[in-house]
C-alpha cells in the first residue's frame, strides 16, 4: 500500500527531496530519477495492480509510467505535487489499457495482492483479517472502473478530494458521489447491506 497521508506529511522532506531529484534530472544526472522510482515506484505499482488485476500488466504501466514521467519531465510544473503528477500518468495509462478491452485477460488472483502484516499474534485472527482483506481486494476489482478509480485514490492513496481532482479532473462534488457510491457498491459486494 501507498504511505498514508500522516507519514507523508511527518516527512517534510518529501517535496522537496522530490523537487530535487527532479532539478538534478533535468540538469544530466541520470541516476537522480532513480530516487523518484524508488520513492514513488511501490505506490504507483499497487494502484496499477488494483486498477487492471493483472500483476504483469501492472509491472508495465508502472514501468510505462516512469518511463513517460522521465520523457516529459520537462513539462512537469514545478509547483504541483510530482506524486500527483505521477498518479495522473498511471492512472491514464490505466484507463487506456482498460479501455482496449484487455481487462480480464490473464487476470488477478486476488491471493495476489498481499496484505498489510498483521501484528495480531492469535493466528487464527491473523488469518481472518487476511480472508477479510482478500475479500475487500475481490470487491473492489468488482466496482466499475471509475468508482475503482475514485475509491483508491481516496481510501488507498488517501488523497483529499482536491488532490484526487488535481489526478483526474472532474468536480469535487462527482467525485464525492463517485467515492459514495463506490463504498455503497462495495458494502452490497460484501454482504454489509442491500
Keep these: ?11 517534510p522532506e ?8 527532479v532539478e ?3 540538469a544530466g544526472d541520470r541516476e537522480a530519477f532513480a530516487e523518484v522510482v524508488v520513492r514513488h515506484g511501490p505506490s504507483i505499482h499497487a494502484l496499477c495492480l ?3 488485476r493483472n500483476p504483469a500488466v501492472a509491472e508495465d504501466l508502472a514501468q510505462e509510467t516512469f518511463a513517460r ?4 519531465l520537462a513539462t512537469y510544473r514545478q509547483d504541483a505535487q ?3 503528477w505521477l498518479l495522473r500518468i498511471a492512472v491514464n495509462l490505466c484507463r487506456d489499457h482498460l479501455k482496449a478491452g484487455e481487462r480480464r485477460e490473464g487476470g488477478l488472483d486476488d491471493e495476489e495482492i498481499e496484505p498489510p502484516i498483521d501484528p495480531d499474534p492469535d493466528p487464527e485472527r491473523r488469518a481472518a483479517g487476511r480472508q477479510e ?9 468488482q466496482l466499475p472502473e471509475k468508482y475503482r478509480e475514485a475509491f483508491l485514490l481516496k481510501h488507498v492513496e488517501d488523497l483529499s478530494y482536491e488532490e484526487i481532482q488535481a489526478v483526474v479532473g472532474g468536480q469535487i462534488p462527482m467525485l464525492k458521489v463517485r467515492v ?3 463504498r455503497e457498491m462495495l458494502r452490497k459486494l460484501l454482504g454489509g447491506g442491500e
Excluded at 482483506?133 to 476489482?141: D, K, P
Design 1 to 11: 500500500m501507498s504511505r498514508p497521508r500522516a507519514a507523508r506529511e511527518e516527512n
Design 14 to 21: 518529501w517535496e522537496l527531496q522530490d523537487r530535487r531529484a
Design 24 to 26: 538534478r534530472s533535468l
Design 50 to 52: 488494483r486498477m487492471v
Design 69 to 72: 514521467a522521465y520523457g516529459a
Design 82 to 84: 510530482l506524486r500527483h
Design 133 to 141: 482483506i482478500r475479500a475487500l481486494e475481490a470487491a473492489i476489482g
Design 180 to 182: 459514495f457510491r463506490a
